[in-house]
């Protein structure tokens, strides 16, 4: 399946998005941008390839595997950047919260929406596109180009037709 995460809005807060499962959306939450920081940024807009996760932690999810992130720890600058259950930023440490509906600062229905997402994936390949938001998209621009060295990842995202 793929999946695509549109993020909308950014503040010290953290950074907001919305999940497209097919014919049903999530909103998601994440920190805001600090330049791809490990445990304290948003994971950078891009591709992922989405592997099956497990831990005492965070059960039964997903885990980001891409440029920049790994699923276990290795050379890339991050891993185990997963989707999870929580309703603030300080839920997060680099991951992807999930929920049914925002209000302010919260984030709401965690559960029932990661259980959503888990009937939705099930087993099998997925693949997620993270759109960056448009106000921080030179920061993120900035980012992505020093991970590949050049715009190939742009140049993916273009061909999706997801570049504002």
């Not at 929920?99 to 693949?127: F, I, N």
């Amino acid at each position: 399946m793929e999946l695509l995460l549109q993020r909308y809005e950014t503040s010290p807060d953290g950074t907001w998005g919305r999940l497209q499962l097919g014919d049903a959306e999530l909103e998601t939450l994440e920190p805001p941008w600090h330049n791809n920081k490990p445990y304290l940024s948003c994971v950078p807009g891009g591709t992922y390839h989405l592997v099956a996760h497990t831990s005492l932690r965070f059960p039964d999810t997903w885990a980001l595997v891409g440029p920049s992130v790994s699923h276990h720890k290795s050379t890339k600058p991050r891993y185990a950047c997963c989707f999870h259950m929580g309703n603030i930023v300080a839920d997060t440490s680099g991951c992807i919260l999930v929920g049914l509906r925002r209000e302010g600062d919260t984030l709401y229905r965690s559960g029932t929406a990661m259980q959503m997402l888990r009937r939705r994936l099930g087993a099998g390949k997925h693949v997620l596109m993270i759109v960056p938001d448009p106000n921080l998209k030179d920061e993120e621009e900035e980012a992505m180009d020093g991970i590949f060295g050049d715009k190939s990842w742009y140049q993916s995202m273009t061909a999706w037709g997801l570049m504002l």
